[in-house]
């Protein structure tokens, strides 16, 4: 119950309110996950015995998550409570995470309590000009007397220095000229030369006025004011100042801080170089693997999802592969173990060296796209949390909130998910976690409203609310990042929550949504399905891949539902840039992640395994399968087919001629089951790509599909034995054009295979008999006489000659399928009589048939 304190004044009673509680201690932990209020206060109200507690607490954490510690409070408060921590962590280690991680404003107050700031003293007597004037000005000055003076233009430059040293504008004029053409960089680090070059102690740049200091204290003026004037940046000074004594001096003239290598730097530089190198190595080597997968899958024939996953998991597993792959996961987790463990030496360093920073830049793409989203996430909290700091203007050069961001999202997810056996609810409460760090956030990535928006799709998400995306598919790709982000969590999520409760089909009809929402929605899904793959590869190679608790259990299913969005099929081809084998690899390795969890996991494979690698296999097999040849290629082909489950009767066949067992299934929309059937059952029909050819286009005349093939093969080898021969035998007799072909091919079968025609005719009627004879005949006329000089009268005489209706409606859907319908009847219209009259009657005939519209009739007949 809440009390009220009664106050009696005169002849009432005014309620009171209870004093607010104090604030918690100021111990680690309450600090570390206080808000700014929160933190402020507490450190605002801290006793001597409180700080004495502090004190000992915090020297007995271990020395990295004290400095996490500092850099974080750095961040959220203000000036005079940081000064209050110097007696806790050490007045050198609190002015160090001031300077990288504190906002300008922060930095600029905690020096200014500090007594550490410091600005050059020179005259500063303002002119009556006006910005506009003084710009103008500082050009035509510029160009007179420094752009052509030579080893005179430090001291021509300094000259109007020091001449128009209260002049803002003016000296960062002159400063952006002198940095566009290099005069900038003679002036502090010319040999022989340089405004602060040093000799024994002393400089040695002095003029016979011994003015140098003087021109010194203006340079470092005019600098800082291009610096305020967003001409340069703090981080351009320090990227100049890495390995220069002389940029060092003017960033210590203007207080610019954390400047210049250290030992500490130069040691983080050179283990950043070298684990990236590892990973990169690593990287090739397994794309350069993942791609030679890609050709054998092309070349290996159609295979069901279940053997083209055993397929994939034998080429990894070959022991000529697995130490490739397995030397790219170690190098990836390398890397993520030295930047947790050295998180905030390699921030530091960033700040001080651009060549770090964009080592870190690389790193991050690195973890995020190898399965170490939290790390990637947490780096790219701490950089951006406060915008205006030293750290996130290291960063400035570089895109973190594009596709880094939401691969690291969605890795971050999956790699929560991983760690706590698929609980939803645990993974997405420490996602939100990450998410909190991130502060303000650069208002560019989004506010407040982008965050609330983006949890509340979040938990929608993962609560089985899949409908949620339909309210923002259409403005996707003007979404924030930070929103995308949580929506990139969330779409990992959501297929896990989908997967627990059976609820797959609304969820790929909200993400198949998605991904037809532009170029973002689709990229973003297939960050998300290689999240979830990495996370099974991750699996694999740590042990915890089976087992009731482990990935093939817990989130499989869920993968597979990402992955079976059918518009994934040209995200990850776009994505390929053009390389076939690699887009086939990257689908397979997704296939050989499910196809390996079948084994621990009751979930029937055909509900859950994308049906799209096949079709990406089928469509670019033939290309693909050229650059396979050589019998030892083959041999390994079908050694990694009977590791696959398939019959090794037909394991040579299939090698031989994967490239056309493709087309034939694609052309006669045959499954794998019935090709590797048909080769079981006849293992002639694949003797060379000729014989696959021409049973392919006999059962393409005859209008045979799928499992109908099969049959036809079966009733052709019933009639004759030697059918394969027999058939490849006339092909040099085929004729040129396709349709004629295929007439020319019932006409063969019906001549000589009686069971064949038979089963054919029952199976495609309308292929056959007289009409369908009359067709082929108006085809066979038109390739003979519609492209003469006299086509129209040619085309028209063949009208009168042939009254049958099946022929004049192919002859005008030949017209009309050239797009020539209309010039015929241009041309053939004022001849009037028989042939007008035959024309007409031919344009109803094909209107009836359905060959043209009427819309196309209207237009041909108004020319008779």
């Not at 002049?167 to 566009?180: F, G, N, Q, S, T």
């Not at 005069?183 to 680090?189: P, R, S, Y």
């Not at 001549?751 to 009359?774: C, H, K, M, T, V």
Request: hydrophobic residues 40%; glycine residues 10%; contains cysteine.
């Amino acid at each position: 119950m809440k009390m009220v304190v009664m106050m009696r004044d005169g002849g009432g009673s005014v309620p009171q309110q209870p004093p607010a509680p104090p604030p918690p201690p100021p111990t680690p932990d309450n600090l570390a996950r206080a808000d700014a209020q929160a933190a402020n206060a507490s450190v605002a109200a801290m006793t001597p015995q409180q700080q004495a507690q502090l004190t000992s607490d915090v020297q007995a954490m271990p020395v990295a998550e004290r400095n996490e510690l500092i850099n974080q409070l750095a961040t959220v408060l203000e000036p005079a409570q940081l000064q209050q921590l110097e007696p806790v962590f050490g007045s050198e280690v609190v002015r160090e995470a001031v300077e990288t991680r504190a906002g300008v404003v922060v930095r600029e107050e905690y020096a200014a309590l500090s007594g550490s700031g410091s600005q050059p003293s020179t005259p500063a007597q303002p002119s009556s000009l006006g910005e506009s004037e003084q710009v103008s000005l500082a050009q035509g000055d510029y160009e007179d007397n420094v752009a052509s003076s030579g080893i005179l233009a430090t001291l021509q430059l300094t000259d109007l220095m020091l001449e128009h040293a209260g002049d803002p504008a003016y000296l960062a004029e002159l400063v952006r000229l002198a940095e566009e053409d290099g005069t900038l960089g003679a002036v502090v680090d010319a040999p022989y030369g340089g405004l602060y070059e040093k000799e024994g102690g002393g400089y040695t740049w002095e003029t016979p006025d011994n003015d140098g200091n003087a021109r010194r204290e203006v340079f470092a003026t005019a600098i800082a004011t291009a610096i305020d004037r967003g001409v340069i940046s703090e981080t351009d000074l320090r990227g100049l100042a890495v390995d220069s004594g002389g940029w060092q001096d003017v960033a210590g003239r203007i207080d610019v801080a954390q400047v210049g290598a250290t030992s500490e730097t130069q040691a983080t530089a050179t283990a950043l170089d070298d684990l990236l190198g590892a990973q990169e190595d690593a990287q090739e080597d397994a794309d350069r693997l993942d791609e030679d997968l890609g050709g054998l899958l092309a070349q290996a024939g159609p295979m069901t999802p279940e053997q083209q996953a055993a397929f994939i998991e034998a080429f990894r597993n070959d022991p000529e592969h697995k130490p490739t792959y397995d030397t790219l996961i170690e190098s990836s987790q390398a890397l993520s173990d030295y930047m947790s463990t050295h998180r905030n030496e390699v921030l530091d360093a960033a700040v001080r060296d651009p060549a770090v920073a964009s080592q870190v830049n690389d790193a991050i793409n690195t973890l995020a796209r190898n399965g170490h989203g939290v790390e990637a996430m947490t780096l790219l909290a701490q950089i951006q949390r406060v915008p205006d700091s030293a750290l996130a203007g290291a960063f400035a050069g570089f895109d973190l909130s594009g596709e880094v961001l939401t691969d690291a999202a969605s890795s971050a997810m999956s790699e929560l998910l991983a760690a706590n056996d698929g609980s939803v609810s645990q993974a997405q409460a420490q996602f939100t976690t990450l998410m909190s760090a991130f502060g303000q956030g650069v208002p560019a990535w989004g506010g407040y409203k982008d965050f609330s928006d983006g949890q509340a799709l979040l938990n929608d998400l993962a609560g089985g609310n899949y409908s949620a995306l339909d309210r923002y598919k259409l403005q996707w790709d003007s979404s924030s990042p930070l929103f995308r982000a949580f929506a990139a969590a969330g779409v990992v999520a959501g297929a896990v929550s989908a997967a627990n409760a059976g609820n797959s089909e609304e969820y790929l009809l909200a993400i198949g949504g998605l991904a037809q929402s532009g170029e973002n929605g689709a990229r973003l899904l297939a960050g998300a399905m290689d999240a979830l793959a990495d996370s099974g590869r991750l699996a694999q190679y740590s042990g915890t891949f089976a087992g009731a608790a482990g990935f093939a259990a817990r989130l499989a299913p869920a993968l597979g539902l990402i992955a079976s969005s059918a518009s994934l099929v040209n995200s990850i081809q776009e994505a390929s840039d053009g390389n076939v084998g690699y887009a086939i690899a990257a689908f397979g390795d997704v296939l050989g992640v499910l196809g390996s969890a079948l084994e621990f996991t009751p979930v029937a494979p055909a509900g859950f395994i994308v049906s799209g690698i096949g079709a990406i296999i089928s469509g670019v097999g033939s290309f693909v399968g050229e650059l396979i040849n050589g019998h030892e290629r083959r041999e390994q082909i079908e050694g990694y087919l009977v590791e696959a489950g398939v019959d090794p009767q037909i394991a040579d066949e299939m090698a031989s001629r994967g490239s056309d067992l493709f087309d034939m299934a694609e052309t006669l929309d045959m499954s794998p089951e019935d090709i590797q059937t048909l080769l079981t059952e006849h293992p002639e029909v694949a003797l060379s790509a000729g014989h696959v050819g021409i049973i392919t286009r006999a059962a393409e005349a005859c209008g045979l599909q799928g499992s109908e093939v099969v049959e036809f093969v079966d009733k052709l080898a019933g009639d004759n034995a030697d059918f394969a021969w027999d058939l490849f035998g006339i092909v040099s007799a085929l004729p040129t054009s396709d349709t004629q072909v295929q007439a020319f091919l019932r006409s063969y079968i019906e001549n000589n295979y009686d069971s064949a025609i038979e089963y054919a005719q029952a199976q495609s009627p309308e292929l056959f008999g007289a009409a369908a004879e009359e067709r082929e005949a108006a085809v066979r006329d038109y390739e003979s006489d519609g492209f003469i000089p006299s086509y129209a009268l040619t085309l028209g005489n063949r009208l009168i000659d042939n009254t049958d209706p099946a022929y004049r409606a192919e002859m005008i859907g030949q017209l009309a399928a050239d797009g020539r319908l209309e010039m015929f009847a241009q041309e053939l219209g004022p001849y009037g009589g028989d042939w007008a009259d035959a024309s007409r009657a031919a344009i109803s005939d094909a209107v009836a048939a359905g060959t043209i519209t009427q819309e196309q009739a209207d237009a041909a007949l108004a020319h008779f």
